[in-house]
């Protein structure tokens, strides 16, 4: 199990390198990706992970599919249970971005390698990403809402970017203890 590194660690403030388009289909980045999808699957409120999140300093990352079963608004409760939906994350591998917006709007953003912290953050309302999944297939995704945000934020960490950098209020979250 790869533990998900935080802020202290200096993997995070490595530019990313690209993955060599030979290279999806092998063993090591198959494995890089279990290890992420392993990772993102133990934490409930995670959406998205980046590989050098679990040490890993290129250019991949997942987003989880609950993101675009709430934003399309078609979750149905008894039909999905989003706890047990492991393996359909989305994989983007050397992302690139060719379309932001001009307009940009405030959101509340936090990160699994800041644990206990959400802060402001200024984020373009659209993005257009392109990018390969995990067979080395090329897309294009455009993206609005919570999906643009996590576009704008992945790739932050894939050129060793932390939210924290550019937020305004940086909160603590408060921890209510468990009663047992
Ligand atoms: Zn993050």
Do not use: W
Not at 11 to 32: F, G, H, M
Not at 107 to 119: N, Q
């Amino acid at each position: 199990m790869k533990e998900i590194v935080q802020k202290e660690n200096p993997v995070l403030r490595e530019k990313s390198k690209e993955v060599p388009y030979k290279d999806i289909a092998s063993d090591t980045i198959q494995s890089v990706l279990k290890d992420m999808h392993e990772a993102l699957k133990e934490k409930e409120c995670g959406v998205a992970l980046a590989a050098p999140q679990i040490g890993v300093p290129l250019r991949i990352f997942i987003i989880s599919e609950k993101v675009f079963i709430e934003d399309e608004k078609v979750k149905k409760e008894e039909e999905i249970n989003i706890g047990n939906n492991k393996e359909n994350n989305l994989v983007y591998i050397n992302p690139k971005t060719t379309k932001t917006s001009k307009k940009t709007c405030e959101l509340e953003e936090a990160c699994l390698s800041v644990e206990g912290y959400f802060g402001t953050v200024t984020r373009s309302k659209l993005i257009t990403v392109e990018a390969y999944d995990e067979n080395g297939v090329k897309f294009t995704r455009g993206a609005s809402g919570l999906l643009a945000q996590i576009f704008q934020h992945e790739i932050d960490h894939l050129n060793g970017i932390l939210y924290i950098d550019h937020a305004r209020d940086i909160q603590k979250v408060e921890t209510q203890k468990d009663e047992e």
